[in-house]
């Protein structure tokens, strides 16, 4: 098949999006599209993504397509893949080991997206919730916000990788973890031991390390 210029791609999914296309071509969009995601060119690989996203085929062929585009060279055709997964709810599930990897993409915004759509999966996304803390370091503030939104809708599977988040070096992570453990397991003695632990420590290390202290008298400490 000849390679696909955007010019093309962009009427294709134009269709796609506003006209549909009739059942019996359906099929043939699809291996179009599953084709142009090899194409040279990133912006014919991302408007292959858009229309994958739209195509009226079984969710698991489109998952599995979406899949594939978080692995792709261009940031941009990552960003589309993550976002669009994040709409085909528990379907998505097969895609949670290639969100898991985008956790830890080069790019901001993919490590943001793919820690949104995980969250979007709520307890589905356990294996996510390691990295999901590692993005609590995140220096721009919407990426620690879309992590700890994503580690609430996980829910108590969080809780051993949060607690191992007391123990790092950063005080703010420390105290963003206390926060999240506080709101995922209020009533649990041996979370709030933990947190009371990790205060004395950083107390020890550093007399005055306060950040944990707001948290630590939510805990009952």
């Not at 962009?10 to 043939?28: E, S």
């Not at 898991?100 to 080069?106: E, K, P, S, Y």
């Not at 206390?178 to 649990?188: E, Q, V």
């Amino acid at each position: 098949m000849e390679p696909l210029t955007p010019h093309v791609m962009h009427k294709l999914v134009f269709t796609i999006l506003v006209h549909g296309l009739p059942d019996a071509q359906t099929n043939v969009a699809y291996e179009v599209l599953i084709e142009a995601q090899n194409n040279p060119n990133p912006q014919v690989r991302e408007l292959a993504v858009v229309a994958l996203a739209e195509l009226p085929v079984p969710a698991p062929k489109r998952v599995a397509a979406l899949s594939k585009g978080l692995r792709d060279t261009s940031s941009r055709v990552r960003r589309r893949a993550a976002r669009a997964l994040g709409d085909f709810g528990v379907q998505a599930i097969p895609a949670v080991p290639a969100l898991v990897t985008g956790l830890r993409d080069g790019d901001t915004s993919v490590r943001r997206d793919c820690a949104g759509t995980l969250g979007r999966l709520g307890p589905a996304a356990g294996p996510a919730v390691t990295w999901l803390v590692a993005l609590l370091s995140e220096p721009e503030t919407r990426s620690r916000v879309v992590a700890a939104t994503a580690l609430k809708r996980v829910g108590r599977a969080a809780v051993p990788a949060l607690l191992d988040g007391l123990r790092v070096a950063d005080p703010d992570v420390r105290d963003r973890c206390t926060r999240l453990l506080n709101h995922l397991a209020p009533d649990d003695d041996e979370v709030a031991g933990a947190i009371r632990a990790a205060a004395e420590d950083a107390a020890r290390i550093d007399p005055g390390a306060t950040t944990i202290l707001p948290a630590l008298a939510m805990a009952g400490g």
